[in-house]
């Protein structure tokens, strides 16, 4: 390789020379030996001592996933590939058109490249039934589901092929434990392995009680809680949350209702546990905050009851006009209207 020979001295700054007029090689590491350094060039330069080196090539780092994926699948399929995908801990999870099933192993191979990741699977399913859970097809990389990952100082294990999870959610985990104040006692109906609980339990002092109907959830969030130094202390229940709130006699500061496929069906059992002036975080799939707003208002009002809506905002996209939407509703008993006598 042509290289520009210079004293060391004189590197730093003849190789900004060199880049500033576009004639330094980017191909190449620039080298050094006995006091001299020796810059890779991209044509012969007079005024310097040119001379040929052995050179070290700079491997070149893929800036995106579909650039591993160039020369192996056409313009378009790259187009048609969903390059977005879930990382949780070590563990990728890919959304895979049909289209490009039969280079399955390819794209998975590409994304254990890119993410250097341990594992890569791939969607196989919608999330189904009552445990929230779907079918995933291993890709590359070792066949190991159960991970840890890492969200605002809480570590969170879990079995990615028996549980539910999505780090997308982890900027709204915090606005919710931002809004909480310490002392509070917490429902989270819906709890899973417990990213809500153990963010909230992380930074507050707090009480909260966690449900889920998926034992496997249940007992990677018992150990979660072992895993994570808390502020305030979590309580796990199994079971289905309507069967299990008749045991639950303390009302609620804040009430967490995260399962936005059927969250509205479970409006009548969180309004009756809900303290007056409590919060409700409210999460539903919709193309507008309408329908939500209307559910809890008629929820309420069927237990003389009122809400008064305090925040409302798009978690993510879930398909083309449709949203994960949450609705914070603060709860309270309606205010007796006194009807005034006239005097004739």
């Not at 509070?184 to 889920?212: Q, R, Y």
């Amino acid at each position: 390789m042509k290289c520009v020979k210079v004293p060391l001295r004189q590197l730093n700054d003849t190789r900004i020379k060199l880049m500033e007029k576009g004639l330094m090689s980017m191909e190449y590491r620039i080298k050094s030996q006995d006091d001299f350094g020796y810059i890779p060039i991209t044509e012969d330069i007079s005024n310097y001592e040119i001379v040929d080196m052995d050179l070290e090539p700079i491997q070149k780092v893929p800036h995106n996933f579909s650039q591993l994926l160039e020369g192996e699948l056409s313009h378009e399929e790259i187009e048609n590939l969903r390059t977005s995908f879930d990382t949780i801990g070590d563990i990728v999870i890919l959304e895979i058109p049909d289209e490009l099933a039969d280079r399955k192993q390819l794209i998975g191979d590409a994304a254990l490249k890119f993410t250097k990741r341990k594992t890569v699977y791939m969607k196989k399913s919608a999330i189904k039934g009552t445990t929230r859970v779907r079918d995933l097809e291993f890709l590359s990389g070792n066949d190991d589901s159960i991970t840890i990952h890492k969200e605002h100082g809480a570590r969170l294990k879990l079995d990615v092929r028996e549980v539910y999870f999505s780090p997308r959610l982890a900027t709204e985990r915090k606005r919710v434990m931002e809004s909480v104040e310490n002392g509070e006692k917490i429902l989270d109906m819906f709890c899973g392995i417990g990213p809500f609980p153990i963010v909230i339990a992380k930074n507050k002092n707090v009480n909260i009680t966690a449900v889920d109907i998926n034992k496997d959830a249940i007992y990677y969030l018992d150990e979660n809680i072992k895993l994570n130094k808390l502020k305030g202390s979590i309580t796990t229940y199994c079971g289905d949350i309507r069967e299990v709130s008749k045991n639950l006699k303390t009302p609620f500061d804040r009430i967490i209702m995260n399962l936005p496929g059927l969250a509205y069906t479970f409006l009548d059992v969180s309004v009756n546990l809900i303290k007056d002036g409590g919060i409700i975080n409210y999460y539903e799939f919709s193309d507008s905050y309408e329908q939500g707003i209307k559910r809890l208002e008629n929820a309420c009002c069927e237990v003389g009851k009122e809400v008064e809506i305090v925040n409302t905002r798009k978690v993510k996209s879930t398909s083309p006009g449709e949203w994960h939407i949450a609705i914070d509703g603060k709860i309270t008993s309606k205010k007796l209207k006194k009807k005034e006598m006239k005097v004739s």
